[in-house]
């Protein structure tokens, strides 16, 4: 294997594998709200993005309505289309099954490791691989955190809840560094977005500050005209 492709498929499912662990967590919040081990077990399989199926439990776990509780992950959803637009292009699968694999796999992981692919056959390589770690590594948390929901110490849950984070900030900051590609760029994108998240976090229910934030990308990263 190419040192190129073999480097991208340890990346994507190092990720992977992270992310996935963090479908415990998952688990245990279904199990607190009060679902029973198949109805997480579908809400992993079938809505697999985290940020939404947090959403939907901690809404019922708090007392609100089913309506409420879907909205709020309907909302959460919304980044999902926004990076589906930006894939379509890159991915262009064929054949409806693929297409439908390809747009239940557009979640935040895979889109950044798609695009922070050095081209085109990387970036694929990158988005199916980092997509079927964690969805398998997710629904298999799930179940684990479901069953076990009752194991999980303080502790456990802390630092599953750092998971993420890390992953993320691994991914952001060799963009940020000056051997990427238009690096001023991709650091008016980061401030931009952490400028928008962290002045809404205060007066917005958590996670819609996410969304949000998307509005970095086109006050810093909106493409310039060339100069004739």
């Known amino acids: ?20 662990l963090y479908g415990i967590a998952f688990g245990a919040a279904a199990d607190a709200a009060g679902l029973d081990v198949w ?3 579908t809400l992993s399989a079938l ?29 959460l959803g919304v980044r999902n289309t926004v990076y589906g637009v930006r894939m379509a292009p890159l991915l262009a699968p064929r054949g409806p ?22 081209d085109r056959e990387l970036g694929r390589l990158a988005f199916w691989a980092t997509g079927a770690t964690i969805y398998l590594g ?8 479901v069953l076990g929901a009752s194991g999980l110490g303080g502790a456990a849950a802390a630092a599953l809840d750092s998971v993420v984070p890390a992953a993320f900030l ?16 991709q650091l008016r994108v980061a401030l931009g977005g952490a400028v928008v998240a962290l002045a809404l976090t205060p007066f917005v229910p ?16 909106r493409p310039r005209r060339a100069v004739a």
């Open 1 to 20: 294997m190419p040192p190129d492709r073999s480097e991208t498929l340890r990346d994507a499912v190092g990720l992977g594998l992270a992310v996935g």
């Open 39 to 41: 109805q997480a077990m």
């Open 47 to 75: 809505m697999f993005t985290g940020a939404s199926q947090f959403a939907l439990v901690g809404v019922l776990g708090a007392g609100g309505s089913a309506p409420a509780a879907v909205g709020s992950a309907l909302l």
């Open 97 to 118: 099954l693929r297409r439908g694999g390809a747009a239940h796999w557009v979640i935040d992981e895979t889109t950044a490791m798609a695009v922070a692919a050095p």
């Open 138 to 145: 997710w629904n298999a948390m799930t179940l684990v955190g």
């Open 170 to 185: 691994a991914l952001l900051w060799p963009r940020l560094r000056r051997g990427f590609a238009e690096p001023r760029v």
């Open 206 to 221: 958590p996670g819609v500050q996410v969304i949000a934030a998307v509005v970095a990308v086109a006050l810093a990263g």
